[in-house]
């Protein structure tokens, strides 16, 4: 030891118990993160799928407390102010269930900062990966989070539906990670017990398959009876290893995406008898041949996030 006694030393025990008055030990338990893997529908058009936060500049209350509004209010007393757009998000209604089934904490985490001083963009900072760490404390250990993972997104006002005439249309993929969670999932019962907690599936009418909301197209059906509109399959719903959420964003690129949408027309359309589908389709498009090749440039909504490039897509049919 640094004072020169032996460690065998008899002497060197009463050293230690007269120079050192305690000794305090740090033990850290961690559980590995858990990934939930699934597909969702969204029947409603105020539903964004991440929580949607904007700043909007509003007048600031006077000394009185009064607020001018118009010509009265005075511009260098505005305030930004963050608001909600949507009555709720898809990660709210699909996170919520599982954050209080687990018992995620994220009271100790260290408080998030923005990189080079900047504004923190609320989507951008849930991406992480599967070793614990976040981008929210710029690498720092997470003592407990629950990230919401998409494969790809639609706008608010745009719904996510199901073609019951599809075999390979399921709803939008999504990942759930949970990052050391208070208890494990130990069994199929605590998965189907979230399944009818996130689509609001009563005892007496719980269902394995979508429940039909649109009834003016029978061909359109959601997940569930969550009257916020937010749905996930029940047979699909599973926990999978990390190397699934890794490949989450891959399988955007790949996938095939069904589209569909309401057409007015100011003019009646020419029909013989019934219209159909293949009618219309036939009409409008003429002689065009599908597959049909398409090059498509980034989006300018997306290109803060996206690479400037024009990409291959085919028009299947």
């Given amino acids: 030891d640094r004072s020169g006694r ?33 597909y969702y529908t969204k029947s409603r058009r105020d539903v964004s799928q991440s929580p949607f936060l904007v700043m909007r500049e509003k007048p600031a209350p006077d000394a009185d407390g009064a607020v001018h509004q118009g010509s009265e209010a005075d511009p260098s007393a505005r305030k930004k102010q963050a608001e909600t757009l949507g009555v709720t998000s898809v ?44 981008n929210d404390n710029n690498g720092g250990v997470l003592y407990g989070m629950i990230k919401f993972h998409a494969s790809g997104r639609e706008d608010m006002n745009v719904r996510m539906l199901v073609r019951n005439d599809s075999d390979t249309c399921h709803g939008r993929p999504f990942c759930v990670q949970i990052i050391d969670s208070l208890r494990p999932i ?5 998965l189907r017990d979230l399944v009818d907690t996130i689509n609001c599936n009563h005892a007496e009418n719980k269902t394995d398959q ?6 003016e197209h029978t061909r359109v059906i959601s997940y569930g ?28 690129e790949t996938k095939v995406k069904h589209y569909g949408c309401y057409c007015w027309s100011q003019k009646e359309l020419p029909t013989t008898g019934e219209a159909t589908d293949e009618d219309l389709t036939t009409f409008i498009l003429g002689q065009v041949k599908f597959p049909l090749e398409i090059k498509q440039k980034t989006p300018i909504r997306v290109l803060h996030r996206r690479a400037n490039l024009i990409r291959e897509r085919s028009i299947l049919q």
């Fill in 210 to 215: 979508p429940e039909e909301k649109n009834k």
């Fill in 225 to 252: 009876n969550n009257p916020l509109g937010v749905g996930i399959a029940p047979k699909d719903f599973k926990l999978v290893p990390s190397k699934v959420f890794s490949g989450l964003q891959q399988d955007t």
């Fill in 91 to 134: 990660e709210e209604q699909i996170c919520g269930p599982i954050q209080e089934l687990l018992g995620v904490s994220i009271l100790n985490n260290p408080p998030p900062r923005p990189p080079n001083g900047g504004s923190t963009n609320a989507r951008d900072s849930r991406q992480g990966n599967d070793s614990g760490k976040s």
């Fill in 6 to 38: 032996a460690t065998g030393d008899p002497s060197l025990r009463q050293y230690l118990a007269e120079s050192t008055k305690a000794i305090d030990f740090h033990v850290a338990v961690f559980r590995k993160p858990i990934f939930l893997y699934g």
């Fill in 186 to 190: 130990t069994s199929e019962q605590q």
